[in-house]
């Protein structure tokens, strides 16, 4: 099951927040959010909400038997003139941290990268064998991620043990984050599990928002996906035939297509929770529209950004060591993001890949975060160019494959056009005009100066107000059904790159 789908928008999302409305107290909903999000789940395998049940309850455990930090004296009292009680119960916590985290990892490194362990090994010695098939449970990175931070948070005391099983279980499975994130850290949420209220502002809000990422989802993104798949198909056919408009136009594509589907989904993530009074982070910020790659960073899925500089590239030293150490640290990091997307080589490079960049703009370039003018838009420039020649990387997991369409590209095909990428171009240059908008602050920007006119007592302030209005109530309806009427009868398969 899938949020841009016929069943989920009509029955699974609508029967779930019908019920929820008559729910007659807050711990009812969270057990009817429980239920329904477990169902979820369930969908694609029901043994699969036995390992999220089971990954929560070690997690749950884990904090719970974790010797509380009261009990401890500051670290840096922690020396030889300090109580042996203190230092005993200071191994005691860190060693249960260490174990639930390595528990965890476990878990998820069994389920994503067995057969990735096993096919490597079997190129390296030479050995054919079948490969396991294990399955890749629906969710696994995310919700790892999110009982990660949170069992790491307990140790450091940012947050509170969670007592009830099933309050953690409900953070942990709550299935409006758990397809793409975002990776919602628990601390942003503690309160509102069990203390929360909807108003009629949010939930028109996040109403307004799950429709605008549904129709991102269901319009644009579909139909960014079927240009490239049109163009630059993964089963490798015509490969050799291919010109260079071909990949230009198919990467280009595919370039769109990475961010609306992302971005989609944690739209509707984020306008689903807001109608039940969750107010998750924003995870994307226009990342296209930045200056360099650094800033492209911290634009994209903000949240597993952050994720891996306060769980990872922090506790490695960050900063605060030689420079030689913080290279280690980099390529640590984005070795991990690069795997973490994927168990396959490309992946990695990819992250790789982008490391280089950070590198170079950190201690090369040494470029600061604010720059103006021509310097401003040859910096956005660049980082468009670098962040195109990134998807080549992360969409072609055949590294031949990746091979032929670089070549292509450089004029190493067919030529420089060939007939099915002209007649593509022409055929979608109204809809991939609308996703290049859909990708920049554009429309928000004229939203949002309607919304001043509004507010304003000038001539224009009662017609921008009726506009306003209008708008206001027709657009998510609006979007609703041409999203319905986008998906009725679509092959594209709408799971497609929300693997994690």
Partial sequence: MVFSSLFFLFFFLT????????????????????????????????????????MTFICWAGARIMPPLCRLKPAEALDDRTDAVDKRYARIRKAVMWVTVGACLVLLCAFKYTDFAVRNVQTLFGLESKLPGVVLPI??????????????????????????????????????????????????????????????????????????GVAKKAILTNACGRIADTLLPLSGEGYGQLSALSVLLGMAAYM???????SAYSDMAIGMGRMVGFHFRENFNYPYT??????????????????????????????????????????????L?????????NYVLWGLYFCLFLILEKFVFKWQADCTGRKRHLRRLYTLVVVYFGWFLFRFEDLSLLGKALAALFGF???????????????????????????????????????????????????????????????????????????????YNPFMYTRF
């Fill in 290 to 335: 930045a200056v360099s790659v650094t800033d492209f960073w911290r634009r994209w899925h903000i949240s597993l950004s952050s994720f891996f500089r306060d769980y990872v590239y922090i506790p490695l030293g960050g900063n605060r060591c030689t420079k030689g150490r913080q290279i280690f640290n980099l390529l640590v990091v984005w070795g």
């Fill in 256 to 262: 769109l297509e990475i961010y609306l589907d992302f």
């Fill in 337 to 345: 993001t690069g795997l973490w997307h994927g168990a396959s080589w």
């Fill in 139 to 212: 969710g696994i990175s995310f919700y790892t991620f999110q009982l990660l931070s949170y069992v790491v948070d307990v140790y450091r005391g940012r947050v509170p043990a969670q007592k009830r099983y099933d309050q953690l279980l409900l953070y942990a499975a709550l299935f409006h984050q758990c397809v793409a994130g975002p990776i919602v850290r628990y601390a942003d949420i503690q309160r509102e599990i069990t203390d929360r209220r909807a108003s009629v502002n949010d939930v028109f809000e996040g109403l307004s928002r799950f429709t605008v």
């Fill in 15 to 54: 029967l779930c927040y019908g019920l929820y409305l008559f729910m007659p107290s807050l711990r009812a909903k969270n057990i009817l959010l429980l239920v329904f999000s477990l169902i979820f789940y369930a969908w694609a395998g029901p043994v699969y909400v036995g390992l999220l049940c089971s």
């Fill in 413 to 491: 095909g067919s030529g420089f056009a060939d007939k099915l990428a002209v007649t593509t171009l022409v055929n979608n240059l109204f809809i991939l005009t609308l996703c290049v908008l859909a990708c920049t602050p554009i429309i928000p920007a004229l939203r949002d100066r309607l919304s001043r006119a509004r507010k304003e007592n000038g001539p224009g302030a009662g017609f921008a107000s009726v506009v306003g209005n209008c708008a206001a109530v027709l657009l998510p309806v609006t979007l609703l059904i041409l999203s319905a009427l986008a998906l009725v009868g679509n092959q």
